[in-house]
């Protein structure tokens, strides 16, 4: 069967998601406290049966992950020229960048401020805002379209699944 890798991801998520719900569910359920023998409640917890569902579980999402590990590095998004897992890297790096810009491009040129000695100290940027303020403008522009481009490959390229 061929899958997408949007629907690979989707896959995973909700396999992670039962593997929580059991270990959620055997933290419930793996001991019981009471005072009394008839007031001991059996949750019918199994211990090997939790352990070799949690183990199938893992077997997939590992299978899952693996396939999605080589089509990232492999697939080519075609208008970044780089592989899935390059554009991935290379959004959070551009992601990064953009934090720092867009908090230099909203400081103001000159501040002032006042010391304990009552003198007026003033503190000046070094750069240029306007040229800060391009630079962020392309970063938005180039996060957003790197985003469509992944998104577009996520979900047009197909992975064979056994």
């Given at each position: ?10 896959k995973?998520?909700m ?80 992601n ?13 040129p ?9 003198k ?43």
């Open positions: 069967m061929k899958m997408c890798n949007a629907e690979i991801l989707k995973i998520k396999l992670e998601q039962s593997k929580s719900d059991i270990l959620g569910e055997e933290v419930r359920t793996h001991q019981v406290s009471y005072q009394e023998e008839k007031d001991r409640y059996d949750y019918g917890y199994s211990f090997s049966k939790t352990r070799e569902t949690v183990s199938g579980l893992d077997d997939e999402i590992r299978k899952l992950k693996h396939l999605l590990n080589i089509s990232n590095a492999t697939t080519i998004v075609p208008e970044f020229s780089m592989t899935l897992g390059e554009c991935l890297v290379y959004l959070a790096q551009l990064r960048e953009f934090t720092i810009v867009s908090r230099m491009a909203k400081k103001e000159t501040t002032t401020n006042t010391t304990y000695g009552g007026v100290e003033y503190t000046s940027l070094n750069y240029d805002k306007e040229e800060c303020q391009i630079k962020l403008e392309w970063l938005q522009n180039t996060i957003a379209q790197l985003q469509i481009a992944i998104d577009r490959t996520n979900l047009t390229n197909m992975i064979e699944v056994e």
